[in-house]
């Protein structure tokens, strides 16, 4: 037996032929019987068998191994493209006619790929996802700044570009919304800021109420962009306008009051520029007043103290304030022509003054309440008013020129002289108006007394009687024009008789009726001395009315301005006749 795995050099290269061989010189040696070499050799044959089955399995197994990795390489190849989004990849070899290893080996390589692809791509929708996770919870409120998000779980069932482009896509619009929120959290900011600036109000604190996060030592990225902060934060802004506007009109109401008693009481420029960080707001809007500090809380109670220290000073000085507002009651009477009693207005404000019941507040009021409606029926009239003096400037250009008609020197080359002509050439245009506009006076005049339901008095005379007044003067002028024309026609028609006569031209005598008329006397008589209704209107333009203080009116003519004096003398003079 120990031979029997040898190699005899003499026998040559071991076979089974020669193992045989060798065996049977060892039977036969041993002298083994052909039964025993027979259940021998089937022994050996049925070993043999053994091992060749055991090999053949072997063989099998290890196919059966090398199909089920192909197969799995081949399922996850699709599953990898499919997940992928891919319905095939380039330079995947297409060979199934090969053996099962070359296959495999052919597939192996572009697998190995596509998994390193999907790894990459399964990172990156980490990461997409991770970041919408991120903003999503940042809007919703539910992840504190500076607080990280656990990687999330992504299903591997669909990695496809697609589903990356929207995921991508859902980034991209939340970023967007985070950066629309987080600029709409700045400006928000930035109002609070400038808010507690005017107001006053320590902005650190007041900002950090809302979230801590919009302190200004915290970065922009870091800061709070949910709902609830930006909720919060307008509501901050709205109720600090409201604070804004609620404080303006205060400020604004004590500036007019400083204003009205400054002005009451004379107050001196030096004083009033103390408190002009008060006054210079007093006619601003909510956005103009942005001056740090214009409508803090110590300042308005600066402003109301000073207030209440000249409604102090202000009960002591009554007298003067009451007659200051008279004066100015009665110059808006005065530029409206309205007659007043002054005399019994003064009286009434003294005896109120002195009485046991007085109260300063009531009285101004009432003054107050006068000058209002002395405004009101001032502005009725101003139409009116205005009509009245074009018709008096009419009036008054009417009497120069007819000074300038009987100028035997208007025409010669003196200095200035090319200025009156211009002026007459406008004073004739505008005389010829005078008609038009009287009508127009009185029309208006009309109107206004029946909307009112009464009288239009000019310094006390009726506004109507003088029109009419006027129009019976001006058709008498007009009458005395056309006798002066026709007067003139026959004296030249005698002188050209005389002339053919005598022979020559008789020295013109100037008729008795061309001579300007007398005036009315500053008392209103005429030049005889006795009381004349009627006024010419060809006085000369230096009459001149004269006003309540005593100054002299240039801008009147002197016909309907004597006129008016005229009524008036004449309506005292029937006042005390009538009177026991």
């Not at 929708?125 to 990687?151: C, K, N, P, Y």
């Not at 046991?356 to 101003?382: G, T, V």
């Not at 028609?493 to 031209?505: D, H, R």
Request: aromatic residues 4%; proline residues 3%; charged residues 30%.
């Amino acid at each position: 037996m120990g031979v029997a795995g040898h190699n005899d050099p003499l026998i040559g290269e071991t076979t089974c032929g020669s193992l045989l061989q060798q065996l049977q010189l060892i039977w036969d040696e041993v002298g083994e019987t052909d039964d025993d070499r027979d259940n021998m050799l089937l022994q050996l044959e049925q070993e043999c068998l053994d091992v060749y089955r055991r090999k053949v399995d072997q063989a099998s197994n290890s196919r059966a191994l090398l199909l089920q990795q192909l197969a799995n390489a081949k399922s996850e190849l699709s599953r990898v493209l499919c997940a992928l989004g891919e319905l095939s990849v380039s330079g995947i070899p297409d060979k199934t006619n090969g053996t099962i290893k070359e296959q495999l080996a052919a597939i192996s390589p572009f697998l190995e790929k596509l998994c390193r692809e999907k790894d990459k791509r399964v990172r990156e929708f980490a990461d997409v996802q991770l970041q919408i996770q991120t903003i999503r919870g940042e809007i919703a409120g539910s992840l504190q700044v500076g607080e990280h998000m656990e990687t999330p779980r992504v299903n591997e069932g669909d990695l496809s570009t697609k589903k990356l482009n929207e995921f991508l896509y859902e980034l991209q619009v939340l970023q967007k919304e985070k950066s629309n929120r987080l600029h709409k959290i700045l400006d928000l900011v930035s109002s609070v800021h400038d808010l507690c600036s005017v107001l006053g109000m320590d902005f650190l604190s007041t900002v950090t109420e809302v979230h801590p996060s919009l302190n200004d030592s915290v970065g922009a990225e870091s800061k709070s962009i949910s709902d609830a902060t930006l909720s919060k934060l307008s509501k901050m802004v709205i109720e600090l306008k409201e604070e804004k506007l609620k404080r303006l009109e205060k400020i604004q109401a004590l500036a007019s009051q400083l204003t009205d008693l400054w002005n009451l009481m004379d107050t001196s420029v030096e004083e009033r520029h103390l408190f002009h960080h008060v006054t210079c707001n007093m006619s601003s809007i909510l956005d103009e007043v942005t001056v740090p500090g214009a409508l803090d809380l110590d300042l308005i109670k600066q402003a109301e103290l000073e207030v209440e220290r000249l409604d102090q000073l202000k009960a002591s000085r009554m007298k003067d304030i009451a007659f200051k507002r008279q004066t100015e009651l009665e110059d808006i009477y005065a530029q409206a022509h309205i007659a007043i009693d002054t005399s019994a207005a003064r009286d009434r404000i003294l005896t109120v003054i002195d009485s046991s019941m007085f109260e300063p507040s009531e009285l101004l009021a009432d003054m107050e309440n006068q000058i209002l409606k002395a405004k009101e029926e001032a502005l009725s009239r101003k139409d009116i008013l205005e009509k009245v003096d074009r018709w008096m400037s009419a009036c008054e250009e009417e009497s120069w020129l007819e000074d300038y008609s009987r100028d035997d020197n208007r025409y010669s080359a003196t200095r200035g002289a090319h200025l009156n002509l211009k002026r007459a050439e406008k004073a004739r245009v505008l005389v010829s108006k005078i008609p038009a506009i009287v009508d127009t006076l009185m029309t208006k005049t009309r109107a206004w007394e029946q909307e009112h339901g009464t009288p239009f008095n000019y310094d006390g005379v009726h506004l109507l009687a003088m029109l009419d007044e006027y129009k019976i003067l001006r058709q008498e002028k007009e009458e005395e024009k056309r006798r002066m024309r026709d007067q003139k026609k026959i004296n030249d028609q005698l002188a050209a008789e005389q002339e053919k006569l005598f022979g020559s031209k008789p020295s013109p005598v100037r008729p008795q009726s061309s001579r300007k008329m007398p005036g009315p006397r500053a008392n209103g008589g005429a030049a005889n001395g006795t009381p004349n209704r009627r006024l010419s209107v060809h006085q000369n333009g230096g009459g001149r009315s004269v006003s309540r203080d005593g100054r002299r009116d240039s801008g009147r003519p002197a016909a309907p301005v004597n006129y008016v004096a005229i009524c008036k003398e004449e309506f005292s003079n029937n006042t005390v006749a009538s009177s026991p």
